[in-house]
Structures are given as structure tokens and as C-alpha cells.
């Protein structure tokens, strides 16, 4: 779970400003990273599967959850109203803006 969240994050809120090549978001304050009340309610459900690659037949089970959460939100925006946002994060700004660009939004 904590791997789909970190994914959210990065997807939707985490953003790293520069201004003339310095840092502008010095703090949490400025740098949006989730909270308990920007998560989904998520049910696990265990699979058993064949054994791992890794020694002792082990597998990776942290950060890999959190690589496909950003292209499955970009695909679903542009399943959603036709167009692809391509810089992270997906905001609602970028979106109206890619709107406006097609032509859809005066």
C-alpha cells in the first residue's frame, strides 16, 4: 500500500518549482506530499504465486508498486476527456490547459 501511495504522489501532487534555476519549494508546506486524507480506501488481497527470482526464491515487494500508478492516472485522464498530459504532475491545471490547446475549451 505505502507503494501506491508514494505512486499518488508523485502522480498528482509532488512538484519540484525552480525559478531562474534555484529550488522555489524549501518546505512541506510548498512540496504536496499525500496524507491519510488524500488516499483511497484500499482492500489487500494476497495472492500466492510461483517462487522468486532473488536468493531463497524471494521477490521485491516495495517501490515496484509505485512505478505504473502515474501512467494508469495519465491514461485515464486521457481516457477521460481526450488529452494526454505527459509532464508530472497530472493537475488540474495542466489538464484545462491541454483543453484550451485542443480547442475543446474557449
Do not use: C, H, W
Not at 525552480?18 to 482492500?43: H, N
Amino acid at each position: 500500500m505505502g507503494g501506491l501511495i508514494q505512486g499518488l504522489g508523485y502522480a498528482l501532487m509532488e512538484e519540484l518549482q525552480l525559478e531562474d534555476g534555484q529550488i522555489t519549494t524549501l518546505s512541506f508546506g510548498d512540496y504536496k506530499i499525500p496524507t491519510s486524507a488524500d488516499v483511497p480506501v484500499m482492500e489487500t488481497v494476497l495472492i500466492q504465486g510461483d517462487a522468486g527470482p532473488a536468493p531463497y526464491e524471494s521477490k521485491g515487494i516495495g517501490e515496484s508498486s509505485n512505478i505504473p500508478v502515474a501512467g494508469a492516472i495519465a491514461n485515464a485522464v486521457f481516457d477521460a476527456v481526450g488529452v494526454r498530459i505527459t509532464d508530472l504532475p497530472v493537475t488540474a491545471d495542466k489538464v484545462l490547459a491541454a483543453l484550451r490547446a485542443k480547442g475543446t475549451l474557449a
